[in-house]
């Protein structure tokens, strides 16, 4: 079966720099959701789009921006990068029709910033 | 305040051993899901169970079982005859109905099995 993908897997970035992070979530998925994970931390929320409307803001930097195209795919837009922002960061989807949603990550996306 | 919480923050076994994690959540919704996720060294979440808020039958899965009391606001997790293989960090978390269904984790346990 079809899993999330994530790419890139591992990105390498320099303080101040910009990063893309892609998200293609299940087929027929209808809700993209956006988790950042720092070492040993919890997966935070960060953003989710339903029907490629936001639904949901967590504690995303305002540094951060994310959309959802026409063909579901997300992507995770991050500026002017931190060493703060090194973390795993998760894509997950869900279809809401059955009542709650068991979220299907993706692999995660490494973000390191040096 | 935490919803969920995950006191052991790590534990070690012996393998064969069977080994119980603990989760204990807080929510005033009466409709809410339960769920675990493993995250082995390679960093994926793998989804293990969801458990809804009017369900409180246990549920057994080969070496997994998962006891649900909502009396103790406890939904914990029971590995029998732990294997190597069960090394990982496990999250249980919330997801209330009111809230649009958003995710709260636990802070994690980290489950080391010894060989």
């Known amino acids: 079966a079809a899993g999330v993908i994530q790419s890139p897997r591992h990105l390498i970035k320099e303080k101040r720099e910009t990063a893309t992070l892609k998200c293609y979530p299940i087929?027929?998925?209808?809700?993209v959701y956006w988790y950042q994970q720092g070492p040993g931390q919890d997966p935070q929320f960060l953003i989710s789009?339903?029907?490629?409307?936001?639904?949901d803001k967590g504690s995303i930097p305002d540094r951060f921006s994310a959309q959802q195209f026409s063909d579901y795919h997300s992507e995770l837009n991050m500026s002017s990068l931190e060493l703060g922002d090194s973390a795993l960061y998760f894509c997950?989807?869900?279809?809401?029709?059955?009542?709650?949603?068991?979220?299907?990550f993706g692999a995660g996306s490494r973000l390191t910033v040096l | 305040a935490q919803k969920v919480t995950q006191a052991q923050t790590e534990i070690s076994v012996v393998e064969k051993e069977d080994v119980t994690l603990d989760c204990v959540y807080e929510?005033?919704?009466?409709?809410?899901?339960l769920f675990w996720y493993k995250q082995p060294p390679s960093g994926e979440l793998v989804f293990l169970i969801r458990?809804?808020?009017?369900?409180?039958q246990n549920e057994i899965s080969g070496r997994y079982s998962w006891n649900f009391q909502k009396s103790t606001s406890s939904f914990n997790f029971t590995i029998t005859a732990s294997q190597v293989v069960d090394s990982a960090v496990y999250f249980c978390?919330?997801?209330?109905?009111?809230?649009?269904?958003?995710?709260?984790f636990g802070t994690g346990t980290s489950l080391t099995v010894i060989p």
């Open positions: 997950a989807s869900s279809s809401t029709g059955s009542g709650a949603n068991v979220l299907t």
């Open positions: 458990r809804n808020s009017f369900d409180e």
């Open positions: 789009f339903y029907e490629k409307m936001q639904s």
């Open positions: 087929p027929r998925h209808d809700t």
């Open positions: 978390a919330l997801s209330e109905a009111w809230a649009g269904n958003q995710f709260y």
């Open positions: 929510t005033r919704d009466t409709t809410y899901y």
